[in-house]
C-alpha cells in the first residue's frame, strides 16, 4: 500500500476547491475518515469528511462560494450551529465540514466536551486507526498521508484497533465497541477477515456493561448495518464471545448450548441459526442480482400495492432469519420415543418478536408486522415437504403469506441445514416440488392477497340482519371452501355456497 494516493480518488475536483478555499481563509484542511481508509481498500465512497484547523462552517461557505462562481449556480450549505458542521452536495457526493476538536466524557454519559483542538487531537479521538487516517490538501503536501496511530499498517494487517488505550476509548463512548465489530464485519472479505486485537477485545469483556448508558436506537442502528452485511454471523459471534449479546440479545444468548438426555443430544440451536442468516444473505444478494424478489408498499388511496424490483438487502429480512428460532427455549421438550422436540415454536417465537422489537424501541409498525409473519410461518413450507403437496395446503399458505411469499421461501430454503448432506439433498429437492406447486397454484387461482368474495355487508343486505356471529361464520364458510377448493373463487360460486350455508343455519332471504 503507498503512503500516498490521488490517482483516481484526490484528483476529483472537489477536493482542489476544498484546498483553494482552505487557502483563501488561512487554515488547513484535510480528507479523513472512512474516505481515506476506502482509497486503500479500492472502494468507492460517496461520503466524504474534511476536517479543518479552524471553522467548519465557514470552509463550507468558502466552498461553496467558489462553486457558486465556477458552475454559476447557487451551492446549498446545509448549517448544523449545535454541532458546528456543515455539509453540502456535489455531484453525486455528500461532504461533510468539521472543525478538528478534542473531546473529553464524563462517566454517565457518551455526550462530548467538545473543544477546539490540532489534526492530531481530531485523529486522537477516532474510533479505530483505520479512521483516524487524513490526506493533506495544503499545496505544499497535497495527498500526503497523514497517520500517527499506523492505521495504514493495520488496514494491510486487516486488524481493528483503537488509537489509545481501548479501555479509554470504549469508556468515552461505548458504542465504539459495536461498531468495532461492525467493521470486522464490514471490511471482512472471502480473502480475507478484519479482526479485533485482543486487548480491545478484553477491554469490552470488562466494560460491557457500559453499554447501559446507549440508547436503544443507536444499538439497533449498528445491528442493521451488520446485518445488511455479508456475514451477518461474524458480528453475533463475536458479540458473544465479549458478552455483548448476553446485553442487546439475551433471546439469542439462551439459544446456546446442547442438552443430552439419554444419550440423545439436539442442533445447537444459536449456531444454525446464525447459519440461516448468513444463508439468507447470500441467497437474497443473488436473487437481487437475478431481479426476483420484488417489494410491495400500500398505494396511497387504494386498498392495492405498488411493486418495485429489489435493489438492496432488506433489513427486517435478516431480523426475521435471526429470530426465527427464538421460541425453541421455550417450547424444548423431550420425548422418550423420538428425541427433543421443539413442537409450536414458531407461533411462541411469532408472540416474542412484539416485545423484542418493542424493548429494542424498533418500529412496531407493518416492519415487525413482516417479521413476525415470517418468523410465525416458517416451519410452514418445510412442513408441507414431509406431507403430501395438495392445492389446499398451498391454498392457505399462499393466503396466509401473502405477498411475503417469496421472502418466505428464501427464509425456508435457508433454514435447511443438516451435517448430513444425503438428507440436506432429499430436503431440497422435495423444497423445489413445493415452490412449482406454488406457482401453479397462483396462476390458476389468484390466492396471494385474497379477499373474500363475500363481505359482512352484502350478507346483512341479503339477509337483512345487524352485525353479528352469523356473518363471520358465513364468510369464514365461503374463505375455507374457497381454500379448501371445493368452489371456484368466483363470486357466483362464493354466493351459491353463501346461501346453501345460510339456509342450513335457518336463515331467511329477504331480497
Known sequence: MSATITQGYLDSPIFGIVSKAAESLGVRAFVIGGYVRDCFLGRSNDDIDIVVEGSGIELAQAVAEIIGKEEKRHCNVSIFKTFGTAMLKWRGAEIEFVGARKESYRHDSRKPIVEDGTLEEDQMRRDFTINAMAFSLQKEDYGALVDPFGGIRDLAAGIIRTPL???RTYSDDPLRMLRA????VKLSAPERNFTIVPESIRAMKAMKDRMAILSQERIVEELNKMLVCARPSMGFRL???TGLLDYILPELSRLKGIETVEGKGHKEILSHTLQVVDNVA???VAAIAE?????YTPEEDGDGFVETVRTEPFVWLRWAALLHDIGKPSSKRFDPAVGWTFHGHEVVG?????KIFTRLKMPLNEKMKYVQKLVTLHHRPIALVDEEVTDSAVRRLLFDAGNEIDDLMLLCNADITSKNPVKVARIKDNFELVKRKLVEVEAKDAIRNWKNPITGEYVMKVYGIPPGKDIGVLKEYVKNAILDGEIGN????ADKAMRRKASEMGLRECL
Do not use: C, Q, W, Y
Open 181 to 184: 465489530i461492525r467493521f470486522a
Open 350 to 354: 411469532g408472540r416474542m418478536v412484539p
Open 291 to 295: 431481479g426476483a424478489l420484488k417489494d
Open 282 to 284: 447470500s441467497a437474497e
Open 490 to 493: 368466483t363470486f357466483e360460486e
Open 239 to 241: 458479540m458473544d464471545e
Open 165 to 167: 488505550e481501548p479501555e
